[in-house]
């Protein structure tokens, strides 16, 4: 009983099991959504055969399939055990996860007003169906039966058995009628306010272009940024102009490089509006009426607030173990921001610009201060940054690291031309694909995040597991490499690492696998991956000048590593707003909140220093409001990142630093391979041999450690 709505997760990752079944549900007309996946390597979905107007009846048979089987589930005489339950419950849903995971990929990347129309009509279904299951009670009398008679199942049956009863008596299993039917009314109503807002944000990054006709509107921009807009503003028409597109992926090199101050606050504006703009987009009304529904069911559910009911499962547990955390880091970032504005404010005074910084400023002036520091610009960096070197470097990093071995393989469907896949074997033996898909386009939304579509198991049988990349790179011209930013190329090996992630999973049943484990420790894997992207093996072999061929000079490689805490006061302070206003808006209660006032007000409270902006301003925050997903749990990234660098510090500290052998061996046996197979918190514990130490996280950002 693997869930998967039609619209796709938000944030970083999106995972979901979708098993292939052996036969269509008799008497459907058989199409590329329902039909069993067949082909090469067990079966593989045919991406090439959708058609956008076979969703809707394709949902409704899924749905109709997964209804029969969970009522044979519920309904059979037998008395309950770990087989005919639990199990059997394992074994359902197999059409409704090969739908789903179409939708989710259609709906993320490939989206149109027929898709976006059919949305606002199935998902509201889709959440009352899900509402069905979860508030089945004979279903849930038999769950309990089997988790109260739990003591001699596997550690691993044991677990998943919890899981079950846990999910069922979160969602209001134990709950009176009345109160049900109110709870699965709320989820119908949130399910059709998060694809209003999740449609009204793309089409603010959709149709919010800005052109440039002139060359001085293009001073001070790299060719490879004027190319890669020159590019984007042909594929839509115009040629001879450049846009820059209201993505971050645009926007960032744009405040980075131009010169023109004007224009520089322009694109910001238009960026930071998106949701904002007092237009039938709006989001505030959608975001206000989300955050009464989450409060009401919270306390339907018997729980304070929505945010003590997400965190329940999490490894923090508690919201106020969260706001710990970050309450801990904030007064460093914000001392350092007033650092790092004070350095370029004297840059400014100096060249007579006659400002004050502001946010537009921010990313511009920071890289004279680097340039001035360090002797270091970036600028100088990213002609060694060509995306195809990059993905060798990390399929050699994963290789050296975890065993892997990726040959790109043809004649395997794909959902767009620019997608490609690659086989992934582990010493000769086939692991699983991986499927990238680098590149904006218009229809798919911005970010960079990692799906499963098809989630490891031996359950049924061993399967071949299926996960995706997709990022939002801006090709440039023909022929032409595609050269990232460093914070571009971090971003590539994180998502890569929740990929890896789920490639690694080594357990028997699909709701334990891969990335099925809490917010707050699914992004600990991908963010240690990052770490292999500065080191000396990587960037010697793959950080390749384009043109020349030449490895990154050793010297550049130094000022990169001295450089390392330049700019954290901005990185950390504009992460760590947006996470500690997604928790005060649900620890707020039932107020009835205006999101706008509510951001402007709280931020004041914490002393947000004007020169920095939340990266998700709340009118645009689709982590929070384009599902549950990261819903009071944004501080998930800093959870996970205290996790991380403790872990890197003891790579660093290694035999043979991040590449040692024993410790890669321990990071794989006890969290890469055993997913949500047993508690994270007792994973970490026996990886580590203690609890998490705060003090490599601290000392990474240049922050006081005491």
Known sequence: MQRRTFLAASGAIAAASALPAAAVAQGAAANALTAAWTGPFGGVPAFDKVKVADFPAAFDLAMKTERSEIDAIANNPTPPDFDNTIAALERSGDLMNRVGMFGGVWSSTLSDPELRAQEKVLNPKLAAHGDETLQNEKLFKRIEAVYNDRAGLTPEQQRLTWLYWNRFVRAGAKLSPTAKKRVAQINQELAGLFTSFSQNLLADETDYVLYLRTESELAGLPDDIRAAAAAAAESRGKPGEWAILNTRSSMDPFLTYSNRRDLREKVWRTYYSRGDNGDAKDNNATIRKILKLRFE??????????????????????????????????????????????????????????????????????????????????????????????????????????????????????????????????????????????????????????????????????????????????????????????????????????????????????????????????????????????????????????????????????????????????????????????????????????????????????????????????????????SDGYSAGYYSYLWSETLALDVVDAFQHSPGGMYDKAMAKKLHDNVMSVGNSIDPAIAYRNLMGRDVDVTAYLRDKGFPTT
């Open 297 to 626: 069911r919270a306390q339907l559910l018997g729980y304070p607030t929505h945010a003590h009911w997400r965190l329940e499962n999490a490894m923090a547990k508690t919201p106020d173990a969260a706001m710990e955390l970050m309450t801990r880091v904030w007064p460093s970032a914000v001392a350092r921001v007033k650092e790092e504005v004070a350095e370029m404010q004297a840059i400014a005074d100096r060249e007579k610009a006659g400002i004050r910084i502001e946010p537009w400023d921010y990313r511009y002036y920071a890289e004279k201060v680097r340039a001035a520091r360090y002797d270091l610009d970036m600028n100088q960096i990213k002609p060694y940054m060509q995306l195809e070197k990059l993905r060798e470097g990390m399929f050699w990093a994963a290789g050296q690291v975890y065993g892997f071995e990726f040959v790109q393989v043809a004649d395997i469907p794909v959902a767009h031309p620019d997608i490609r896949v690659w086989e992934v074997r582990k010493g000769g033996q086939h692991v699983g694909l991986w499927y990238f898909d680098p590149y904006a386009r218009q229809g798919k939304r911005s970010g960079a995040w990692m799906n499963a579509y098809r989630t490891q198991e031996k359950f049924a049988g061993p399967v071949t597991t299926i996960v995706s990349n997709n990022s939002n790179f801006v090709q440039g011209a023909p022929g032409e490499p595609v050269l990232l930013s460093w914070d571009d190329a971090e971003t590539m090996f994180h998502e890569f690492g929740h990929a890896i992630h789920g490639l690694n999973s080594d357990v028997n049943y699909p709701s334990l696998a891969g990335t099925a484990v809490p917010r707050d420790y699914v992004e600990f894997p991908s963010q240690i991956n990052e770490h292999w992207l500065p080191t000396k093996e990587v960037l010697s072999r793959f950080a390749l000048h384009h043109r020349t061929g030449a490895p990154i000079p050793q010297d550049l490689v130094d000022k990169l590593e001295k450089a390392k805490t330049f700019r954290q006061g901005f990185d950390v302070t504009e992460y760590l707003s947006s996470a500690l206003i997604d928790m005060k808006l649900h620890l707020a209660g039932g107020a009835d909140i205006d999101p706008d006032a509510f951001e402007r007000d709280e931020l004041a409270k914490l002393g947000m220093p004007s020169e920095v902006v939340m990266r998700h301003r709340t009118p645009q925050f689709g982590h929070v409001f384009a």
